[in-house]
Nanobody
Framework: QVQLVESGGGLVQAGGSLRLSCAAS????????MGWFRQAPGKEREFVSF????????YYADSVKGRFTISRDNAKNTVALQMNSLKPEDTAVYYC????????????????????WGQGTQVTVSS
């Protein structure tokens, strides 16, 4: 079982920044592919960003590309999402997710491809 705990959400003005963090349990975190997803009120959960087990490959939704950066620290069992130039449309509950097995070279962009989820952290961007 893998437990994921997000932190770092909050209220920020448009144009501001937040850094989300996800702490994971498990001795094999360094082998997990990790993703960030978000869900706004009344909308389906959507992909935000992906990072491979090594951190060598990343992928972003078009809506956040150039503004968000995903990173991981396998020594600390954490993955982070640096969010800059935030917009009101970024308002959502943000979730981190872990996939415990991954094939080399693949990108995992759909929520059904992930095995474990955190409880989410609220990000609210005011205009």
């Amino acid at each position: 079982q893998v437990q994921l705990v997000e932190s770092g959400g909050g209220l920020v003005q448009a144009g501001g920044s937040l850094r989300l963090s996800c702490a994971a349990s498990g001795r094999t975190f360094s082998s997990y592919a990790m993703g960030w997803f978000r869900q706004a009120p009344g909308k389906e959960r959507e992909f935000v960003s992906f990072i491979s087990w090594s951190g060598g490959r990343t992928y972003y939704a078009d809506s956040v590309k150039g503004r968000f950066t995903i990173s991981r620290d396998n020594a600390k069992n954490t993955v982070a999402l640096q969010m800059n130039s935030l917009k009101p449309e970024d308002t959502a509950v943000y979730y981190c997710a872990a996939r415990v097995t991954s094939s080399g070279g693949r990108y995992y962009l759909s929520d059904y491809e992930y095995d474990f989820w955190g409880q989410g952290t609220q990000v609210t961007v005011s205009s």
